[in-house]
T-cell receptor
Framework: AQKITQTQPGMFVQEKEAVTLDCTYD???????LFWYKQPSSGEMIFLIY??????QNATEGRYSLNFQKARKSANLVISASQLGDSAMYFC?????????????FGKGTRLSVIA | DTAVSQTPKYLVTQMGNDKSIKCEQN?????MYWYKQDSKKFLKIMFS???????INETVPNRFSPKSPDKAHLNLHINSLELGDSAVYFC????????????????FGPGTRLTVL
């Protein structure tokens, strides 16, 4: 079974609008971390936001917020006020276990296109 | 000040050749990783090293051999390159630790695009 599922291969959003990128995960470990990375066409992996399984509040970083619904095992990324520069691939990833030295398991990604 | 650097950025080579990709991190992290991103953009872990010791080796052909001379460096050597090895290879690092946000982020290098002809 896939550990990270991103069901939207591609998304379009109008500039200045908000967009939600979906991510569901599967783990039996009570301690885990969820990450979102952005990969623009230039290819680098840019860390956006992190949510720990024990965090009580949803993570926010500037225009990015993570809608964490633990019971539903979902960790959707919300981008507010989309900009043209947000056009990129977005990856949801999970680290299982409490330690920071565990590799990430990635979803297949969502390609976001922001339209002027 | 580059946190995780990789060389080369692009590598074009013939089938059957042997090549290496170098990775260095200046973050003082304990753990380093190699990920492979295939043509469909899927990222998958290949190896991870913690304090120079191999801790994870996914089902990767033994033509791939990682080497960590010290905890700041993790190089990837590939023997007898095949067409299917064409991909982008990312090095990453993170700090070992328990449930501390600052210890959890994985920093990625810029990637090395390997093309095997």
């Amino acid at each position: 079974a896939q550990k990270i599922t991103q069901t939207q291969p591609g998304m379009f959003v109008q500039e200045k609008e908000a967009v939600t990128l979906d991510c569901t995960y599967d783990t039996s470990d009570p301690s885990y971390g969820l990450f979102w990375y952005k990969q623009p066409s230039s290819g680098e992996m840019i860390f956006l936001i992190y949510q720990g399984s024990y965090d009580q509040q949803n993570a926010t970083e500037g225009r990015y917020s993570l809608n964490f619904q633990k019971a539903r095992k979902s960790a959707n990324l919300v981008i507010s006020a989309s900009q043209l520069g947000d056009s990129a691939m977005y990856f949801c990833a999970m680290r299982e276990g409490p330690r920071g030295n565990t590799p990430l398991v990635f979803g297949k990604g969502t390609r976001l296109s922001v339209i002027a | 000040d580059t946190a995780v650097s990789q060389t080369p950025k692009y590598l074009v080579t013939q089938m059957g050749n042997d090549k290496s990709i170098k990775c260095e991190q200046n973050l003082g992290h304990d753990t380093m990783y190699w990920y492979k991103q295939d043509s469909k953009k899927f990222l998958k872990i290949m190896f991870s090293y913690n304090n120079k010791e191999l801790i994870i080796n996914e089902t990767v052909p033994n033509r791939f051999s990682p080497k960590s001379p010290d905890k700041a460096h993790l190089n990837l050597h590939i023997n007898s390159l095949e067409l299917g090895d064409s991909a982008v290879y990312f090095c990453a690092s993170s700090q070992d630790g328990y449930r501390d946000r600052s210890n959890n982020e994985q920093f990625f290098g810029p990637g090395t695009r390997l093309t095997v002809l």
